[in-house]
C-alpha cells in the first residue's frame, strides 16, 4: 500500500499550496494546487511532489525518444513517438547531406515499422515536431526490443540518481534505454535474460506508485535468473 | 457523433471587452438593457398552402414555422391519440455557417427542445386529434425553418411554432365506406385544441453577466446558453443547457429569474398576433 | 418506455418507492475503470439495471485532418445505445435523441477538459449504453469522466449526473425506468462539484419554480457522492496493484 507519506489523489483534489510538480499536471485554485490527471502525492521530501501516474508524452525540445516509422513523404518520414504528434524526420538529416531524389533511395535507408532512437530537434505544439538523427548513438535500432511503458513510468524505471537502472543492468548484464516517450530499449545477449529483463520492466510500470520496489525487483529478478538457470 | 465546433467565424478578442464594458453600464449594443429581448414581430397565415403558418422577426433573426396536417394511424401504445413531429432545418440561405445537408446536432436539439416543451406540458390536446381511435388520427408536423441567423433560433422558433399551432385550421374531408378517409385541403374547419401557451427564453452568460436573447455576436462570445421553457401558469416546463461552458448554481438561478419575466414580453408578442389573451 | 397502469402507485405511504427506495436514495451503484484493453482509458458504471461503458482514445491526431482546432483539441463524443439495451430491439443507426444526448454530453464535459494543452488533436469518448434502466445518459457521463481520468487526459475536476423525477408529486433522485414512464418531471443534471459548476441541466416535464430549486438541490448532493464514488473507483485501481506488497 501507499502508506500515509505517499496518497493516490486525483483531479478535484485540493493538494497544499506548496506542493512541487510539472506545470502540466497542476492547476492553482484559491486554496490549493489541484492535480490534472490521477497520480502519487508524495510528501517524504521539503515539500510534497505531486507524481503523476498516467499521462501524454508531449515532446520537448532535446528529448531523446524512440520511434516508430509508420509513414513515408517525399523527403521525409513521420514517425509515431507515442505523443499526440507523429515526428517529421527530414531524408536530409538521415544522411547528413542533401537529399538527390534522383540517386537517394528512401525504402533503402529507413522502412515503415522501423523503430529509431532519435533527438526532437525542434517542437512547439503548432506544427509537428522534427527529429534528428544526426548524433552518436541515434539512428535506426537494429537489434533488441523495444517494449511500450506510460511515459509518467520511465522516471521510476529510472529511479533516484539511476538506482534502478543500474541495478537493472547490473543484474542482467542487457544494454537498457528507457526513453521519455515511453519506449524502452532492451539489448541482452541472452534471450531468457531479455525476457526477464522485459517482466522487470513490465512489473516496475504496475507497480511504480509502491515502495521498497527496487528492492523487490531485484528479488524478481535473482529468482527468475534461478527458476531459469542463468 | 458531437464534435467540439470547429468552424465557427473567428470573434475579434477586442469584441468580447466591448461587449463586457457595456454589460457593466446594464446597456447592450442597440440600448437595449440586459434582460430585454429584442423587438418581436409575429405575423400568422404567412403560407397559404399549409394549414399553419407564421413569420416571427426577433431582432434581425427570421424564422418560420409551418403546420402540415395528414391522416394516419396512431402509434402502438398511444391508440386514441394524434401524432405530433417537430422538425427543424437550418437551410444554408439562413447564415454562412450553415451547410446543406441533414440536419445537423443543433437543428436536432433545437427540434427536440420544441416538442418537449409542447409535448411534457401538453400545449395540443393530441387525444381531441383523433378521427377514429385506435385506427384514424391526425398527424400534425411542425416545419420551422430557419430563414436568417442572427442569434436566439430557440425562442423565435418557439414562437414561430406557438404562433403557427394558432393559426392552424384542419382541413375538411370526406369517409368512405371502405373506412378511408380524404381530405379536401381547401376546405378548412376546426382549429386545433390548445390547452396551453408556451414560450421559451435564452439566457446567455458571458463572463459574470446573464443577458436575455443573445444575438448572433453574443452567442459567439457566450460562455453557455440556458433555455427555459415557460408556459401561461408561470410553470417551468422545460429546460436546457446548451453550450461548452458550465454554470454555478447561483447564476443557473439568476438564468431563471430573468427568463421568468422576459417570457412575458414573448407572451404580449404572441397574445398580439393571435389576437386574443391566453394568460 | 412503460407505460403507467390505472391504480399503480409507485410512491407507498410509508414515502418509498416502488423498489422500497427512499426519495433521496441512489440504486446500488458499481464503478470499475480499466475495463478495456485497446483504448486508452475506460470505465463501466451501474445504477442498478443500467450499465454503461465508455471508452476513451487520445489526444491523437484526427483521421480527417481539417478537423482541427489551433488552439486547442477538438473533442469529440458519441453516445449509443446497443440494439439490445431495451426492451424493443433499438435500431443501431443514431436516432435523433442518441444525436442530441451526444450533444449535451460532450458539453457537460467540456468545461472540465483541459483541451488547450493538446492543439490540434482529438480526444474521442465513446459511450455505449448496454442495458438502459433510466438515467442512461448521466450515468454515461459519470462513466465517461472516469474514463478520461483513467486516460490521463487532464482535467479541472471530475464530473458526475444524476437525475432527479417527480413522481406522484414527489421529487425522488435516480429516476429509473418504471418511475420515467411514468413521472411529470425529469430532471437530469451533471456537474463537478469540485469547482461547483454545473455542465448538463434538462428539465423535461413540470416544475414550479420552488420544486425546482428542490430537485437541483437533491440532484448535486447525489452528485457529490457519485463524484465521490468515482474518486474511490479510480484511487482503488492503483491500491489493488500494490496490494500484497510490504
Redesign the interface.
Known sequence: MQGKDRVIVVPGEILPKDTVGSEQYLIEADSGKMPVVVGLLDMRGDKPSFIPLKGTYIPKRGDIVIGLIVSQGVMNWFVDIKSPYNAVLNVSDFLGRPFNPMTDDMSKMLQIGDYIKAKVEAFDRSRSPVLSVQEEGLGRIVEGKVIDVDPTRIPRIVGKKKSMLSMLIEETGCDIYPAVNGRVHVKCDNPDMEAIVILAIKRIEREAHTVGLTERIKRFIEEEKSIRGV | MSMTPYRLPVIPSIKKETYLSIYSKGLRLDKRDLITPRRVSIETGVIEKAEGSALVRLGNTQVMAGVKVDVGSPFRDTPDQGVLTVHAEFVPLASPIFEPGPPDENAVELARVIDRSLREVGVIDLKSLAIRPGDKVWIVWIDIYVLDHDGNLFDASMLATMAALYDTRLPDYEEYETGEIELIRDRRTDGLKINHTVVTVTTAKIGDFIIVDPNFDEESIADTRLVVAVDEAKRIVGAQKTGDHGLTREELSRAIDVSMKAAEVYFNALEEAIGRRVR | MA?AVEGLRLITEEGLRHDGRRPDELRPVRMEVGVLENSD?SALVEFGKTKVMAAVY????PIQKY????D???????YHMAPFSTSDRKSPAPS??E??L??????AL???V??E?????TIDVFIEVLQADGGTRTAGVTAASLAL??????????VGGVAVGKIEGVLVVDVDEVEDGVGE?DLPVA???????????????????EE??RA?EMA?GAIRRI?DM??ET??SK??V???G??
Open positions: 407505460k482509458g487520445g489526444p491523437r491526431e478537423m482541427v482546432l489551433p486547442r483539441a477538438v473533442l469529440r463524443v458519441r435523433r435523441r444525436i442530441e451526444s450533444k449535451v454530453i460532450r458539453e467540456e468545461p472540465v483541459l483541451s494543452q493538446f492543439p490540434r488533436t481520468a483513467d486516460a490521463g487526459i487532464p482535467m479541472r475536476a471530475l418531471a456537474a463537478a462539484p469540485d469547482i461547483g459548476l454545473i455542465t448538463l441541466f434538462q428539465l423535461n416535464g413540470v416544475l414550479t419554480r425546482l430549486d437541483l448535486l463524484v468515482e474518486k479510480l484511487k492503483y491500491q496493484a500494490g496490494e506488497e510490504e
